[in-house]
């Protein structure tokens, strides 16, 4: 039972324009969530997180925007940059728990 | 600050055998977590030590168990390994169960 859903597994984006990393959750207990980045060889990097709370949380170049209703959250950056090619997760955390569930993750790879 | 280390970054075992990694959680962290990830998915809840006791177990069997010590180090020890054990364990180091996670890099075990 995938209770975080990432659909597609890659994307590729010129570089400058917007990233769009979408997520899907089933849990309604869900109440913070959180997107990592991860190069290869490397674990993952926290990179912006968004309590349930809020529909919208800005950092620098990216931003989540949470649609409780839809069950639906995304991931934008704006400009990317080759740096930014990496997988980026989704995670979800309820209520008091101590368990991240994370979704499979999106390929981003941002072109020249 | 040094952040989250994990050794060995690879480990080759034969099904049946037992296996341990450790991790050094990063300085000032008291909750250790582990995941597992397999090829082409997401991280995986195994569970959470926090002060020295285990705070939340994820879907595995009782074959994954771990220790932390008074230092907040941990081990993850897998006994008796079956080929599908084979998957990347990460280490993840918190401050007081909160969800800010520092990942280490990452242990790649393969079960032959």
């Known amino acids: 039972d995938q209770q975080v859903k990432q659909n597609s597994p890659s994307l590729s984006v010129q570089e400058g324009r917007i990233s769009i990393l979408n997520c899907d959750y089933t849990n309604s207990m869900f109440d913070y969530f959180l997107w990592y980045k991860k190069y290869p060889a490397e674990g993952p990097t926290f990179l912006i997180s968004?309590?349930?709370?809020?529909d919208k949380n800005e950092d620098g170049r990216f931003t989540v925007f949470l649609n409780k209703s839809a069950k639906h959250l995304s991931l934008h950056i704006v400009p990317s940059q080759p740096g930014d090619s990496a997988v980026y997760f989704c995670a979800a955390k309820a209520g008091g728990g101590n368990k991240l569930t994370f979704g499979t993750g999106t390929q981003l790879k941002v072109e020249l | 600050e040094t952040g989250v280390t994990q050794s060995p970054t690879h480990l080759i075992k034969t099904r049946g055998q037992q296996v341990t990694l450790r991790c050094s959680s990063q300085?000032?962290?008291?909750?250790v977590s582990w995941y597992q990830q397999a090829l082409g998915q997401g991280p995986q809840f195994i569970f959470q030590y926090y002060r020295e006791e285990e705070n939340g177990r994820g879907n595995f069997p009782p074959r994954f168990s771990g220790l932390q010590f008074p230092n907040y180090s941990s081990e993850l020890n897998v006994n008796a390994l079956e080929l599908d054990d084979s998957a990347l364990y990460l280490c993840?180091?918190?401050?007081?169960?909160?969800?800010?996670?520092?990942f280490g890099s990452g242990t790649r075990l393969t079960v032959v």
């Open positions: 300085s000032g962290h008291n909750t």
């Open positions: 968004i309590s349930s709370i809020k």
């Open positions: 993840a180091s918190s401050v007081n169960r909160e969800f800010g996670y520092t």
